[in-house]
């Protein structure tokens, strides 16, 4: 099994700054691509962008620039720092990795459970 665990999420004043964290565990051969999703009240679930293993972040939508990427490939982990929040940013954001993982020895994607930012205005 693999799983994907967020944290960092919370409730915070527009302006502020948030940085959410995520760790793939488990059953892992290789991890290739991770990023973060959001879903906004009411509305479907969009890609805010992707970092592969080695190499620089491409963006859906980073929110003119207040969303940044990072990772830690050596850990398994992805991060999202987002700045000048604002209440728009509201949802619920959901890490994503594309895993090699046993018993199956297949590439598959994977979401987390997701993690609950609120921006108050």
């Known amino acids: 099994q693999v799983q994907l665990v967020e944290s960092g999420g919370g409730l915070v004043q527009a302006g502020g700054s948030l940085r959410l964290s995520c760790v793939v565990s488990?059953?892992?051969?290789?991890?290739?691509?991770m990023g973060w999703y959001r879903q906004a009240p009411g509305k479907q679930r969009v890609k805010v962008g992707t970092?592969?293993?080695?190499?620089?972040?491409k963006y859906e939508d980073s929110g003119e620039g207040r969303l940044t990427i990072s990772r830690d490939s050596d850990k398994n982990k992805v991060y999202l720092q987002m700045s000048s929040l604002k209440p728009e940013d509201t949802g619920v954001y959901y890490c994503?990795?594309?895993?090699?993982?046993?018993?199956?020895?297949?590439?598959?994607?994977?979401w987390g459970s997701g993690t609950q930012v609120t921006v108050s205005s």
């Open positions: 970092i592969p293993t080695r190499g620089d972040a």
């Open positions: 488990g059953s892992i051969v290789n991890v290739d691509a």
């Open positions: 994503y990795a594309y895993v090699y993982s046993r018993p199956t020895y297949r590439w598959s994607d994977y």
